[in-house]
């Protein structure tokens, strides 16, 4: 599976938009990115993915670039309880069934 | 609603025992994970199932194994507790190998002393 790159942590304010980058430049046709959040001593919590259009749920948006080498999780209108490490990941989708999780990005959205 | 639950929530043992962490799951999913979380270390897994009967070693499985005689279920078995497996615990599970997105428990915080 492909590595991703992510900043070790961003700011956002409440109410705006959190933009969180991701690189994975050598991703391979055929693998998805995907993005969970993992909440202080909770669970990781899926979020969204896709492997090279758009998506958009009640969650997110992620935009992946036309060459596929990186991607952004955009949160819309972010929330103190948005405040958690958010993790890009790119897999095999329907194959292998590890999900690598690396350092993600600790996201602090602040008053 | 459907849902994975795990238990204990937090447990503390001593070196040498025999420890079984349980994860349930009623969404009817073929595949089940067990994960570990350190420190430095992110997620790691241990060791995980396509289904009933089927059991897979993952990145860190030694000193763990685990049994599935239903699709319910995915017990973590420490043989022998080391101090080294102090960690929390994650199990999760998925659709199918097409439908692979992997939903969370909510963990368990284990302590070897």
């Known amino acids: 599976d492909a590595k991703t790159t992510q900043p070790p942590s961003m700011d956002c304010a409440e109410g705006r938009a959190a933009n969180l980058p991701c690189n994975h430049s050598?991703?391979?046709?055929?693998?998805?990115v995907y993005w969970y959040r993992q909440i202080h001593s909770q669970g990781p919590q899926y979020i969204i993915h896709g492997l090279k259009n758009n998506e958009t749920n009640e969650m997110a948006s992620l935009i992946i670039t036309e060459d596929r080498k990186s991607s952004t999780l955009i949160l819309p209108h972010a929330t103190l309880r948005d405040t958690a490490v958010y993790y890009c990941i790119v897999r095999v989708g329907g194959g292998n069934n590890d999900m690598r999780f690396g350092a993600g990005t600790r996201l602090t959205v602040k008053p | 609603d459907a849902e994975i639950t795990q238990s204990p929530r937090h447990k503390i043992t001593e070196t040498g025992r025999q420890v079984t962490l349980a994860c349930h799951q009623t969404?009817?999913?073929?595949?089940m994970f067990w994960y570990r979380q350190d420190l430095g270390h992110g997620l790691r897994l241990i060791h995980y199932s396509y289904g009933v009967h089927d059991t897979n070693k993952g990145e860190v499985s030694d000193g763990y194994s685990v049994s599935r005689s239903n699709t319910e279920d995915l017990p973590l078995t420490l043989e022998s507790a080391a101090s080294s497996q102090t960690s929390v615990y994650f199990c999760?599970?998925?659709?199918?190998?097409?439908?692979?997105?992997?939903?969370f428990g909510p963990g368990t915080r284990l302590t070897v002393l």
């Open positions: 969404w009817n999913h073929n595949n």
């Open positions: 050598t991703i391979s046709g055929n693998e998805y």
């Open positions: 999760a599970s998925s659709p199918s190998l097409v439908t692979d997105t992997q939903y």
